[in-house]
């Protein structure tokens, strides 16, 4: 029916496992990832172009200027971006691209797109995130508490999203994140085309019938 | 997070298969199908209970009278009716619950039942909804064009559907049926309290870490 694809922003409290569920989403089904620009160094094993597009300051800033991105921010002394043209080329020709963002520029791509599919991930209550939190076993405990804390100011910015998605068995969460995509897709105000061209075909069908 | 059922109210042009896709469902998924009442006679081989609940017109009326539809109509001579307390009881049990009903009944439950999703089932285009019209075999071409002109008009019904799906392949069809349902329960508005729950818990659990 309509072909254009869906933008995908998928935000969630720090330990939920966002990362593993986007990974997952893009193995199992077909979605096109939005490569973030960044400017700070790149750590060991990353590759530009695959985690992070690397850009200098002064790139950055020029592509700010141009608006070559649908959102961006800075952390500390590091800027952020999400790429326009490859965001647009992709809904363009039809593919859904998923965004990994954060609360503010989750926000910021929901003006410009307001058809964009905002799903926060969740875990099914407080203690089994910070079990995920302290899991990794590289954090102190000052570290996870500010994270809680993160976590719980975020809460506040839940209600903004579409959908919440508890991301407890994992394979599961991802096929409920594919579903309420998919479920997206098929909203009747997106196929106003369709309605009418049916409607249009019926006409001259029965048309043909009776003579 | 929230254990309250969903209500799908699915309806459909005649010959798009709504009664294939509902069987599926049901099989495939756990709902719970609402059996309508009605005070036609019983056909060869329908079962009470299974197919319809069949009542007289005295027991349909006072029925009516007592509040125990949640949406009825009369065609021609007949009453048809779906069953407050089944629906009721289902959704409070946390069971999804499947209403087929026509254009009219479904927008009676939504008044009712403003959470009710409403997903209208359509065919890849007019061709296809004439072909399988005609492939039943059974009926004359002035049945089929009544059929065309009934689907003719439904279209202007459609934009007040919250879903359309194409029965293009049954498998794949259910199968998205289904993941617009999965994606309603994941809506945001239908969890502000574990919202609330979960920033109360966060906030403790950081205070006992800080501790």
Redesign the interface.
């Known amino acids: ?1 309509n072909k254009k694809g869906v933008l995908i922003v998928i935000s969630g409290f720090s330990g939920v496992g966002k990362g593993t569920v986007v990974k997952n989403l893009i193995e199992k089904y077909q979605y096109s990832l939005s490569v973030s620009a960044t400017t700070r160094a790149p750590r060991s094993g990353e590759v530009d172009g695959r985690d992070y597009h690397f850009k200098t300051v002064e790139e950055f800033q020029n592509l700010i200027d141009y608006n070559g991105f649908i959102e961006w921010a800075q952390y500390v002394e590091n800027y952020y971006g999400t790429p326009r043209k490859y965001v647009e080329d992709e809904l363009e020709q039809g593919h859904n691209v998923i965004l990994e963002i954060e609360v503010q520029g989750a926000m910021h791509i929901k003006e410009q797109y307001p058809d964009a599919v905002l799903i ?1 991930l ?1 875990a099914p ?3 089994t ?2 079990q995920r939190l302290e899991g990794r076993g590289t954090e102190d ?1 000052k570290v ?2 500010k994270r ?2 993160r ?2 100011e975020e ?2 910015d ?9 991301n407890d068995d994992l394979d599961i969460c991802v096929d ?1 994140v ?3 995509i ?3 897709s ?4 997106k ?2 085309q ?2 009418k ?3 249009e ?6 048309k043909e ?2 003579s």
């Not at 209600?159 to 919440?164: E, H, I, S, T, V």
């Not at 075909?201 to 029965?206: A, D, G, Q, T, W």
């Open positions: 029916m926060f969740t209550n407080a203690e995130l910070r405990a996870i508490a809680l804390k976590a719980y809460t506040d839940m209600p903004q999203y579409d959908y919440l998605v508890v409920e594919h579903a309420v998919l479920a997206e098929f909203k009747t105000e196929h106003k369709y309605i061209k049916m409607k075909e019926l006409f001259e069908i029965r019938i009776l």
